[in-house]
């Protein structure tokens, strides 16, 4: 029989990841909250390709959200520079190599006016065997 090789959701992996790493109960979702607190970050999927058998390059943009541009302009550079070291972190083994696509920009909701950083990297993700 061959052998499948499987991979974790990104969003989720890199969400959790980041959840973890901020320490600061900051929520981090795939999707807006709802009620919408007053800062988050969000990480949505924006495509990718495989590398070779057991890895795949997976982009993801992080928008993140604060009451006032000055917190949104931080909660972004720091959220960003977690998630470069992720490659560096030996408790996950799943994220490989993380390359910039877009660094932090001002990116403000036109529809609330909330003020918003957005980032784009893409994730060199191990996938694993499964049957």
Known sequence: MVEIISF??????VAA??????GDGTPVSTRVPVPRPSRFVTAR??????????????MVIF???DDDDDGARR???????ILKAAQRDRE???IRQVT???APQSFPDPDTSMPR???TLQFDIRGRVTR
Do not use: K, M
Not at 8 to 13: A, H, M
Not at 45 to 58: E, F, I, K, T
Not at 75 to 81: D, M
């Open 8 to 13: 974790d959701p990104v969003e989720e992996l």
């Open 17 to 22: 990841y980041l959840f973890d790493r901020l």
């Open 45 to 58: 999927a924006a495509g990718g390709g495989d590398r070779n058998l057991v890895l795949s390059s997976r």
């Open 63 to 65: 928008q993140c959200w």
């Open 75 to 81: 909660l972004s550079e720091r959220a960003f520079s």
């Open 92 to 94: 996950e083994p799943a």
């Open 100 to 102: 910039t696509i877009g």
């Open 117 to 119: 950083h957005q980032f």
